[in-house]
């Protein structure tokens, strides 16, 4: 299995700039996936990483290094809309095609 | 096709009922996945298919669950004997892929709430 870790809650004011980051460990890595879940809403998909370096896609960016086993997503030009949770998830080989998921960190978007 | 359906929306049911969920994919999608999601915790796996093959289940997944998809199509996930703690958010989601690997991402639906009482 893996073990996928990331930070629980998160708070970041509108306009800033806040990188959320993700560690795993797995055997079989397979490409990592960050979603955004609004609270009572179905996970919706970010970004796909499955080699090293950055992906940019608007305001959002998701980095990964496999040989760290780390990912990150980084939120730029904050908005309010933005405050939801952000889930890492890791597609394994060994563990089939299914994805993976960590517990989310909860991102706050202050004034 | 608006994305992959579940119904019903919320279940609520007594402890010892049986319930079933339904979820139909985007059509086209191959492979589709459940998963449980409790509050403030990331979806748990369950089990996926691929067409109408499902090849792989959590050991999360206990004798009470069982899921089907006849058709490769729409499927569903029953839970026989429900308990308190199987009260969740049971969502669906479905992806395409060809050959042994996919880069496309899994799309989810709305999912089901199911509280057992």
């Known amino acids: 299995g893996q073990n996928i870790d990331q930070p629980t809650e998160m708070t970041a004011t509108e306009g800033a700039i806040v990188q959320i980051n993700c560690t795993y460990q797995?055997?079989?890595?397979?490409?990592l996936f960050w979603y955004q879940q609004h609270a009572g809403e179905a996970p919706t998909f970010l970004s796909y990483?499955?080699?090293?370096g950055l992906e940019e896609k608007g305001r959002f960016s998701s980095f990964l290094s496999r040989s760290k086993g780390y990912s990150y997503l980084l939120l730029k030009e904050l908005q309010m809309k933005d405050s939801a949770s952000y889930l890492c998830?890791?597609?394994?080989?060994?563990?089939?095609?299914?994805?993976?998921f960590g517990k989310g960190t909860s991102l706050l978007v202050t004034p | 096709d608006t994305g992959v359906s579940q119904n019903p929306r919320h279940k609520i049911t007594k402890r010892g009922q049986n319930v079933t969920f339904r979820c139909d994919p985007i059509?086209?999608?191959?492979?589709l996945y459940w998963y449980r999601q409790t509050l403030g915790q990331g979806p748990e796996f369950l089990t996926y298919?691929?067409?109408?093959?499902?090849?792989?289940k959590s050991r999360l997944l206990s004798d009470r669950f069982s899921a089907e998809r006849p058709k490769g199509s729409f499927s569903t996930l029953e839970i026989q004997r429900t308990e308190q703690g199987d009260s969740a958010m049971y969502l669906c989601a479905s992806s395409s892929s060809t050959g042994e690997t996919t880069n496309t991402e899994a799309f989810f639906g709305q999912g089901t709430r199911l509280t057992v009482v």
């Open positions: 797995t055997s079989g890595f397979n490409g």
């Open positions: 298919f691929q067409n109408e093959a499902q090849l792989e």
């Open positions: 059509s086209e999608h191959n492979r």
């Open positions: 998830a890791v597609r394994d080989l060994n563990s089939g095609y299914a994805l993976n």
């Open positions: 990483n499955v080699l090293d």
